[in-house]
């Protein structure tokens, strides 16, 4: 109990620097915030990504074929209840069998199924066929917070809820909490969705984004991308997206994980290609990993060296260093 009331002015020392450092390297600047839920709403938020405009389409056309049948459905109810009722329809007619209708109901569902396979099924494709991807972001969810590393630069950091235990806050909107919020470049509306830190992505850039967990099964995903994926330990899943449009996007995790899954949410900034060169030299710089060019030198070494193997072995190298960062103190206390 103690260490539980000690723990988050403690930690208020440290976040104090970190929300500098965010300052400066993860600006929001003039960012819009695109990818949130909004109060009431009912529909999807806006499409960003090819992705995510196919899919909400195909959700629409499914919904006319739906409300079709639905309506025929409740038609026929309608006739059978009124016209063949015990009143209109004293003496029934004793047949059970009609061939050419029990051909009717069977062909009928199969071909509207047909019908919607044929535009799910490329949606589906798009989705699951992972392009080459000119960034790749590897994310592991913990609990109960997201770590991002780029891989090809050997950096990594953590990305926890602004207002979480981890930041100083337990997991509730005080003043404090408004304040940090307010420094990040967000409102009030952003609490529950707003990270420390984000993932920084260039727009119109196919990104690959490989997916795990280090605990428990967690999900990780951005509506407007119209992308989610499991996170399973032990497991490594690929999603892809390219965004649209800079701006800020939220998501947050989509697989029960334990008592703080409602406070690991997701923050993704979509930036200029400049303004995310300039972010990987800050980040690279920050979290120290590999600069840029020495990176791009031993990228091109491996691939005139070894070819196809260079994946699995940078796989494996990510897999370990994720394992490290074992939950620390303040999560568990949580
Ligand atoms: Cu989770």
Redesign the pocket.
Known sequence: MRLRTLMPAFLTLFSGSAALAQEEGNPIGELPIIGAPSDGGIGFQPASTSIAHDLQWLDGMVLIIITAITLFIVALLGIVIFRYGEKRNKTPKGFTHNTPLEIAWTLGPILILVFIGAFSLPVLFEEQVIPEGEVTVKTT?Y??YWGYEYPDHDFGFDSYMIGSPATGGDNRLTDEVRAQLQEAGYSEDEFKLATTTAMVVPVDTDIVVQVTGADVI??WTIPAFGVKQDAVPGRLAELWFRADEEGVYFGQ?S?L??IA?AY?PITVKVVSQEEYEAWLDWAIEEYGGTPRDASMAQQGDETEGQGDGDDAARLVEGEAAGGDEAPSGEDQAN
């Open positions: 969810g609990q109960w967690h999900s995790c697989e994980c334990g899954h690991m």
